[in-house]
Nanobody, 123 residues
């Protein structure tokens, strides 16, 4: 069982910045991914970014590339999503998620999810 607890989020003006945090606890695989997803009202959940915990390799959706940065702190067992140059269309509930990693393939599914953090960008 893996537990994910998110923090951060809030209200920010367009062009501003926010940072989301997600603390990971429980029984994790020796190799795993942490991902960030978001879901805007009336829309499907979409992938934002992921990081391989031990390798540190990252991947971003085109919509956030160059503006968002995913990182992790091994000592704190926490993954972060730094969001800069925020746009109105970034408004959504953001979720962190965990997926066991097998080889070099990206995860097919994420098995554990955080509770979600609201990010609202005013135009």
């Amino acid at each position: 069982q893996v537990q994910l607890v998110e923090s951060g989020g809030g209200l920010v003006q367009a062009g501003g910045s926010l940072r989301l945090s997600c603390e990971v606890s429980g029984r994790t695989f020796s190799s795993y991914y942490m991902g960030w997803f978001r879901q805007a009202p009336g829309k499907e959940r979409e992938f934002v970014s992921r990081i391989h915990w031990s390798r540190g390799s990252t991947y971003y959706a085109d919509s956030v590339k160059g503006r968002f940065t995913i990182s992790r702190d091994n000592a704190k067992n926490t993954v972060y999503l730094q969001m800069n140059s925020l746009k109105f269309e970034d408004t959504a509930v953001y979720y962190c998620a965990y997926a066991a990693a097998f080889g070099w393939s990206p995860p097919e599914r994420y098995d554990y999810w955080g509770q979600g953090a609201q990010v609202t960008v005013s135009s």
